[in-house]
């Protein structure tokens, strides 16, 4: 047989479908969700925060009774039909009283997480994106705030301004926004070597915008991740502040509050403690498992 | 090494200083004084008791007296109870907290690197995740709630351990359970992590290789190095059992110092919630201060240097 050019059809070399072969584009977001969905665990934290904060929002409403609303005759119930988790020494609802304190417990994570956010990603950016000597005396400040005991502080704070939700987030907010600075000023230490800052500031961008708009979304990951896992240890500190007397004022009732309470009526009546035991537990587990779901995800040496 | 240790006892004075001078202004600007309660006082007792205590001396004397009495190591009377000082208070009722610390630390480096080997010897196997479970747990119980259902369980209901009070051996067990959970998991959870990543490591091959028996690979090789996180994590754990404290003494009826400093928080006794912040700050940053020294001795690669961190 003889072999003719004819016979032969030269294949047609075609960049973009070799392209196509490959995983589809993923943004760095995107990617990230990706990897957190195969994670069991983080999901299923996320679904339990998601369905806490929907009984947060309606639970109070659901019973039919007030959060506040005293009932003499009916004091130290044990779960039953009309108080599905009894109730307390009051005579008060415990199963509106749990979701009233949802609201509070979650609230004083999610706020002091978020008063921390904002000083320490202002303290930590400006540390570490002016370096040099104002480097060195911010971070020796933080050092120093940071050899003291963070508890005893916070108690003394709330001792000085009193109980009340106001204090809970300065207190909080005061203690807990150094570790978050920390690390705001390690990643933007090496991020502002790169060539897009100066890019950017050779097309004259000035330092705020340099350190809000390019340095500061860099830094997301460790930062949502350092969040995830504030939120838990601020509820936890709000228990423990609660149980010294030191929480929100009644008839406001955070889980830290309720559980103290219940507490006190143990050996009789062991449901008051533990159903915001159970709460409490299960906000915790579900915030860790997010956490360190996220730190798995965001951690690029992960990435398949 | 010389330079970094005097910079940390440089850093360690200067945040004592603050922790006093930030004390020393809570306590001054505190509305009303430490005398105001619900009862009034007849104007001539608030005076004479004013007297007695120097309150009515300028502001700038009365803290620089207050920073040379604790130079002197007095902590000042307590406005409370007339015949007490916090010294006298601290020095009656720290031993017993220091007592049932100890105890939990102990429990809890023992019971913790014993679970976190375990769990590291046998990974993903049932003694793994029932360890592992166990830890995730106790994470995430308040250390109160923890104490009430201790007690609840094995004292009121099965009757086993007597549920309050102190002086005996079987006192102790329930309070030290309950503040060693915590440290506990988190010392299993460090040592099986960081067991999991020496074990994997070339030298252990070679020790194997040459013939030694896994006893003697795990216990002098691989053990050896795997405790170093645990070492550091020595100074936080001091640090949580103290604060944890507070919650087990007051709950278990403990006369240590963490259920009288919770005390006087709720009875507002201002010098002696001072005088014990103050006591407790400089043991702690004394304590991780030699943790730290102790862990550089240990293992020798740890050079204690100036080296600025990223």
Sequence with gaps: MQLSPQMFEPLQHDGTAAEELGRPALGYWQDVWHRLKQNKLAMAGLITIFLLAVMATIGPYLSGYSYDAQDLTRV????????????????????????????????????????????????????????????????????????????????????????????????????????????????????????????????????????????????????????????????????????????????????????????????????????????????????????????????????? | MIRYLLRRLFTMTVALWLIITITFAIAHSIPGGPFASEKKLPEAVKKNLEERYHLNDPLWKQYTDYLKNILHGDLGPSFKYEHQTVNSIIKSNFPVSATLGSLSICFSLVVGMLAGVISALRQNRWQDYLAMVLATLSFSVPSFILSGLLMYVFAYQLGWLPPAMWGTWQQAILPTLALSALPTAFIARLMRSSMLEVLQQDYLKTAKAKGLSEYAVIIRHAIRNAILPVVTYIGPLIATVLTGSFVVESIFAVPGLGRWFVQSVSNRDYTVILGVTVFYSAFLMLMNFLVDIAYSWIDPRIKLTDSKEV
């Design chain 1, 76 to 304: 130290n119930q044990a779960p039953n039909a009309a108080h599905w988790f009894g109730t307390d020494s009051l005579g008060r609802d415990l199963f509106t009283r749990v979701w009233y304190g949802a609201r509070i417990s979650l609230g004083i994570g999610i706020m002091t997480s978020v008063i921390c956010l904002v000083v320490g990603v202002i303290y930590g950016g400006i540390s570490g994106y002016l370096g040099g000597r104002v480097d060195e005396v911010m971070m020796r400040i933080v050092e120093i705030l940071y050899s003291i005991p963070f508890l005893l502080y916070v108690i003394l704070l709330m001792v000085y301004m009193g109980p009340g939700l106001g204090s809970i987030f300065t207190a909080l907010g005061l203690v807990y926004w150094l570790n978050l600075a920390r690390i705001v000023r390690g990643q933007v230490l090496v991020l502002k070597e790169q060539e897009y800052v100066l890019a950017a500031r050779l097309l004259g961008a000035s330092t705020m915008r340099i350190l809000l708009r390019h340095l500061i979304p860099n830094t997301m990951g460790p930062i949502i991740v350092t969040m995830t896992l504030l939120i838990p240890e601020a509820i936890f500190t709000e228990a423990f502040l609660s149980f010294l007397g030191l929480g929100v004022s009644a008839p406001a009732a955070s889980w830290g509050v309720l559980a103290s309470d219940g507490l006190q009526g143990l050996r009789s009546y062991p449901w008051q403690l533990l159903f915001p035991a159970v709460f409490i537990s299960i906000t915790m587990l579900a915030f860790n498992f997010v956490g360190d779901g996220l730190r798995d995800a965001l951690d690029p040496r992960m990435r398949k």
